[in-house]
């Protein structure tokens, strides 16, 4: 004959076996549910960026060849040149020194860009085209080095 306490305890290990498999096969159905999502989400990107990427190629300045190198013309300010001919970047540099209170340095510009002024490598690109808005009249750079637009 069996033990009754022993059959008991299998019957009740039995029970919580059962519970917690009910409750692994319910997470993983919102694990599968979620990973669905995801690969939807993740063609939808891709899809999205893909079109970016065209608009953004459609609307990008054509680049100028010096020494058989691609580089952008930035024209010079002239009564005709609307900046609307500046490539986009420049355009929002333009914006962002109009937009301060008064001459800004290159760092100040960066912060209201967005970009990581605390690393070098990304603030001195910036810095070469401020100056570049500079020779071709977009800006003025002042004597301590802070940008301002022309009058």
Do not use: C, N
Not at 17 to 40: G, N, P, Q, S, T
Not at 79 to 91: I, K
């Amino acid at each position: 004959m069996l033990d009754p306490e022993l059959l008991e305890r299998i019957t009740a290990r039995r029970a919580e076996l059962d519970e917690r498999e009910e409750l692994l096969a319910k997470e993983l159905a919102e694990v599968r549910a979620e990973r669905d999502e995801l690969a939807v989400a993740e063609r939808v990107f891709e899809r999205v960026s893909e079109q970016l990427a065209d608009e953004r190629a459609s609307a990008a300045p054509t680049p100028g060849q010096v020494g058989g190198r691609a580089v952008m013309l930035i024209p010079h300010r002239t009564s005709g040149v609307e900046e609307t001919t500046l490539p986009p970047d420049y355009q929002r540099i333009l914006a962002a020194v109009r937009q301060a209170a008064g001459p800004v340095m290159a760092r100040q510009v960066g912060d209201t860009l967005g970009i990581d002024v605390s690393v070098r490598s990304k603030l001195e690109p910036l810095r070469g085209k401020l100056v570049g808005l500079v020779d071709r009249g977009w800006l003025r750079k002042l004597p301590d080095g802070r940008f301002t637009t022309r009058l």
